[in-house]
């Protein structure tokens, strides 16, 4: 037991799924899992494990932003042995190009947050990256479901309501789009030496100005869910 996650050694699989929302976290425990356990219900932070296709996976909340990611990351990484972390979550778009639920798989996360200058001091710009592992076997399960993913840079924000970003540079400069918590994520694998990928459904676009409903960014990722579970089971199979 840790103090955000209230499970014990061996409840937890090497392989969890984290999305942002503890209610996707259970939709996809619903919906897509069978021999589901709930194992965590602290702050509301719902964590389950079952099985996908015979293959034990975890699936936990992590809330929004870079702080609330770091807590489950770091803990379930240092308290329940987790191997393979994967955020499922919602990004908004740059550009006409990248259309409402168009998957994007995170390369890369730039960041405005000090995570990386508090770590790291003056003099280094660390470049929080996926584990190239991880991304073949999920631009591969694409592949197989005949599903559209677009691959790349995108940046994680430390505020969520910030004038200051110039959004059209990010832009120009190729990033695709905008989230809370990759950066973070990428970095602390890196940090414990585990495999991370954070796998996103455009839920808005801040170039055109379109966005699902709220009802509709917790049930209506479904592409993103298998994706991200035959992603888990290749992870449980190496």
Do not use: W
Not at 186 to 201: D, E, F, G, P, R
Request: glycine share 8%; proline share 2%; aromatic share 10%.
């Amino acid at each position: 037991m840790s103090t955000h996650i209230g499970a014990e050694m061996g409840d937890i699989a090497d392989t969890v799924l984290m999305p942002g929302d503890p209610l996707r976290a259970k939709y996809i425990a619903e919906n897509f899992m069978e021999n589901v356990v709930q194992y965590n219900k602290v702050r509301n932070a719902f964590g389950y494990t079952g099985t996908y296709k015979g293959h034990k996976v975890s699936v936990q909340g992590t809330g929004m932003g870079i702080p609330s990611i770091s807590i489950y990351t770091n803990e379930l990484i240092k308290f329940f042995g987790v191997k393979h972390l994967m955020r499922v979550g919602s990004i908004g778009g740059f550009g006409e190009n990248i259309k409402i639920r168009d998957i994007l798989i995170a390369q890369s996360a730039s960041t405005d947050s000090a995570i990386i200058q508090n770590t790291f001091k003056a003099g280094v710009i660390y470049a929080p990256t996926a584990d190239f592992d991880m991304l073949l076997k999920a631009y591969q399960s694409a592949q197989d479901a005949h599903v559209a993913v677009k691959v790349g840079n995108i940046f994680s924000a430390d505020r969520f309501y910030n004038d200051e970003i110039d959004y059209q540079q990010l832009t120009d400069y190729g990033i695709l789009g905008t989230e809370m918590e990759t950066a973070a994520l990428y970095m602390l694998a890196a940090k414990y030496h585990v495999q991370a990928l954070s796998i996103n459904t455009v839920s808005d676009n801040l170039t055109t100005g379109e966005a699902l409903s709220a009802e509709d960014r917790e049930t209506s990722f479904e592409e993103m869910a298998k994706i991200s579970l035959e992603t888990a089971i290749k992870c449980t199979d190496q």
